[in-house]
């Protein structure tokens, strides 16, 4: 069974800092797969933010291109969100999936809530 799950959102003031995490499970992720992460800010629709492929590229999205790192963690298809310089804007609720995202598996999420 395929399964996603985030952790590590929180609370944190303007221009504060947070890592999230993401942890695959399930056959499906035993191989090498491009990864996403995409959140979900209220009242607006699910977006894409980062990207990073097996060998370690990776892309942003631009209004979070120079705040926002995701890497690799050493658990097959695990990936990581340091997210810096955190806005009021950032807040959302945080997923990770496949690219391009696989639908019916999406987790739980992980809620950031930026907050002054």
């Known amino acids: 069974q395929v399964q996603l799950a985030e952790s590590g959102g929180g609370l944190v003031q303007p221009g504060g800092s947070l890592k999230v995490a993401c942890v695959p499970s399930?056959?499906?992720?035993?191989?090498?797969?491009?990864m996403a992460w995409f959140r979900q800010a209220p009242g607006k629709p699910r977006e894409w933010i980062a990207a990073?492929?097996?060998?370690?590229?990776?892309n942003y999205k631009d209004d979070v291109k120079g705040r926002f790192t995701v890497s690799r963690g050493s658990a097959m298809n695990s990936i990581y969100l340091q997210m810096n310089g955190l806005k009021a804007e950032d807040t959302a609720v945080y997923y990770c999936?496949?690219?391009?995202?696989?639908?019916?598996?999406w987790g739980q999420g992980t809620q950031v809530t930026v907050y002054s």
């Open positions: 999936n496949r690219w391009p995202p696989r639908e019916g598996i």
């Open positions: 990073i492929t097996y060998s370690g590229t990776t």
């Open positions: 399930g056959d499906y992720f035993q191989i090498p797969r491009t």
